[in-house]
């Protein structure tokens, strides 16, 4: 157990619909990685948080945010899901200059 | 800007034969550097971490990595592959400034009886 937990594990829903993962990094960590793993694209990074605020972002589509509230959890938003958004996110936490951490993952499926 | 190479997106081993697997990380400055292993279904764990200092690391599972600063490589070794070792591969890469950490395309490890 990494002491990263995601919510849900499994999640099908229909293009053009909205919704949320949820990701709880370990106690303590500060940092919160967003990627998205697909057969044809690998391990793609989203985007980071640092204690709230964002860090760094990656290949994120604008249909697709992220934020990190005050209790470190992080969320991030997929709208107007098209069926190439079928994918494992991956959450992953960090401290500062540490290895990553990373959860279960949330499986997609966009039909 | 900071990236990672890892030759080889599939590497087919005997058991029992040495494991090598290969990543290059492109930097001026030598950044904190990982090995993720990833099994089917599952999360990405860490095999080992590269800070400063001991150039070869060792990580779990029997995998060892050697840094070489004038390479700019961190390459992954086992000396005896087992069947268990079959997964995919992630080096990563983050560096000091950004605290951004970049992974490479990955390699998918089989081994073969």
């Known amino acids: 157990d990494s002491g990263v937990t995601q919510t849900p594990k499994h999640l099908i829903t229909a293009t053009g619909q909205r919704v949320t993962l949820r990701c709880s990094p370990r106690?303590?960590?500060?940092?919160v990685y967003w990627y998205q793993q697909s057969l044809d694209q690998g391990l793609q990074f989203l985007i980071q948080?640092?204690?709230?605020?964002?860090?760094a972002k990656g290949n994120i589509l604008e249909r697709f945010s992220a934020q990190q509230f005050p209790d470190l959890h992080s969320e991030l938003n997929l709208s107007s899901l098209e069926l190439g958004d079928s994918a494992l996110y991956f959450c992953?936490?960090?401290?500062?200059?540490?290895?990553?951490?990373f959860g279960q993952g949330t499986r997609l499926t966009v039909v | 800007a900071q990236s990672v190479t890892q030759l080889g997106s599939h590497v087919s081993v005997s058991e029992g034969a040495l494991v090598l697997l290969r990543c290059n990380y492109s930097?001026?400055?030598?950044?904190?550097l990982f090995w993720y292993v990833q099994y089917p279904n599952q999360g990405l764990q860490l095999l080992l971490k590269?800070?400063?200092?001991?150039?070869l690391v060792k990580g779990i599972n029997g995998f060892e990595a050697e840094f070489k600063k004038s390479e700019t490589s961190v390459h992954l070794t086992k000396p005896s592959a087992h069947m268990s070792d079959a997964a995919e591969y992630f080096c990563?890469?983050?560096?000091?400034?950004?605290?951004?950490?970049?992974f490479g395309t990955g390699t998918r490890l089989q081994v073969f009886p």
């Open positions: 948080y640092y204690n709230g605020e964002e860090r």
């Open positions: 990563a890469a983050r560096s000091y400034n950004t605290d951004k950490l970049i």
């Open positions: 106690s303590g960590d500060l940092s």
């Open positions: 590269y800070t400063t200092g001991a150039t």
């Open positions: 930097s001026s400055v030598p950044p904190y």
């Open positions: 992953a936490s960090s401290a500062q200059g540490a290895e990553a951490f």
